[in-house]
């Protein structure tokens, strides 16, 4: 290669760039100083690598003057504790049956590893990110949440479903330009003292809605939505709330809890709600900036 091709491919490189950038504009107009809220999940939380993407994202999106905020549980990090412990992990229908003791891993593993890790990539960039946790100053409020398996009802422990959420200390993050990182934790309001594991899907949702956020954004580790898996060519883009809420008892049961939120969001008024991808490096920027975006998006 001449130098002249070296300096035109460099050129075309660049004009490329540019024009990726400029794409980004409407959706820069549009966010601008509005709240994101996104739930961080799936194997994404164990890898170091998508961990710090995911981190460049959220810090991406603070400088371009939109207003992130994160929300994540810790599944595999919670069983790998559990094991390490000798203490057997049951699942009821999707959801972790949670005794006492099982309580007190998932709060040490949450609040104490997870979160921590999260807010320490953010802070690589600068002091950026606040660690909360939904039992902080009453962020969110819950109650036991039982569910019926196989026609026969299931207790599942201290399991919560949110109830209510006080939005302040996230509002006062947010005033003093930080990216509040919470765990989905909640106090049990029937039982003083109490805190309960909440699933962390619904917990940004119920979130989304509190906020009134521009977008909720869940990852996980599918592309998306298929109205006819395992045929990959049926990626759904765009869903409109009643058409999902019509295909959502046909959906796999790992599916459900995800597209339930999205369901609960827009339905709250969050104008969007779309699951992606979070083992695809960068896919919130993806998403937010590009016009085909990834993943499925729901609309009302």
């Known amino acids: 290669m001449t130098g002249h091709d070296d300096l035109q491919a460099e050129r075309d490189e660049a004009a490329v760039k540019a024009a990726t950038l400029i794409e980004s504009l409407s959706w820069l107009k549009r966010f601008h100083g509005q709240i994101i809220v996104v739930k961080f999940g799936g194997n994404a939380m164990v890898s170091e690598e998508l961990q710090r993407s995911f981190a460049e994202d959220m810090v991406y999106l603070r400088y371009a003057g939109i207003r992130p905020v994160v929300v994540h549980g810790g599944g595999p990090q919670i069983s790998a504790m559990l094991e390490r412990l000798g203490i057997e992990s049951e699942f009821r229908g999707g959801y972790r049956v949670t005794t006492p003791e099982t309580m007190n891993v998932v709060r040490m593993v949450l609040t104490g590893q997870v979160n921590r890790e999260l807010v320490g990539h953010i802070n690589e960039h600068g002091p950026l990110a606040a660690g909360l946790s939904g039992e902080d100053a009453g962020l969110f409020q819950a109650r036991k949440q039982g569910i019926v398996v196989d026609g026969e009802p299931v207790d599942l422990g201290l399991v919560g479903e949110v109830t209510?959420?006080?939005?302040?200390?996230?509002?006062?993050?947010?005033?003093?330009?930080?990216?509040?990182?919470?765990?989905?934790?909640?106090?049990?309001?029937?039982?003083?003292?109490?805190?309960?594991?909440?699933?962390?899907?619904?917990?940004?949702?119920?979130?989304?809605?509190?906020?009134?956020?521009?977008?909720?954004?869940?990852?996980?580790?599918?592309?998306?939505?298929?109205?006819?898996?395992?045929?990959?060519?049926?990626?759904?883009?765009?869903?409109?709330?009643?058409?999902?809420?019509?295909?959502?008892?046909s959906l796999e049961s790992g599916m459900i809890p995800k597209m339930t939120a999205c369901l609960d969001a827009v339905d709250g008024g969050v104008p969007k709600a779309a699951i992606i991808d979070g083992r695809v490096p960068h896919s919130i920027l993806l998403e937010v900036f590009t016009h085909s975006g990834i993943g499925t998006e729901v609309v009302s």
Do not use: M
């Open 164 to 249: 209510g959420v006080d939005p302040q200390s996230v509002h006062a993050q947010l005033a003093a330009g930080r990216i509040p990182v919470i765990s989905s934790i909640a106090p049990d309001t029937a039982t003083p003292g109490q805190s309960l594991n909440v699933n962390a899907d619904a917990a940004a949702a119920a979130l989304a809605v509190a906020l009134g956020a521009a977008k909720l954004v869940i990852l996980t580790d599918v592309a998306g939505l298929y109205s006819d898996w395992p045929n990959r060519e049926s990626l759904v883009s765009v869903i409109r709330s009643d058409a999902l809420r019509e295909l959502l008892p």
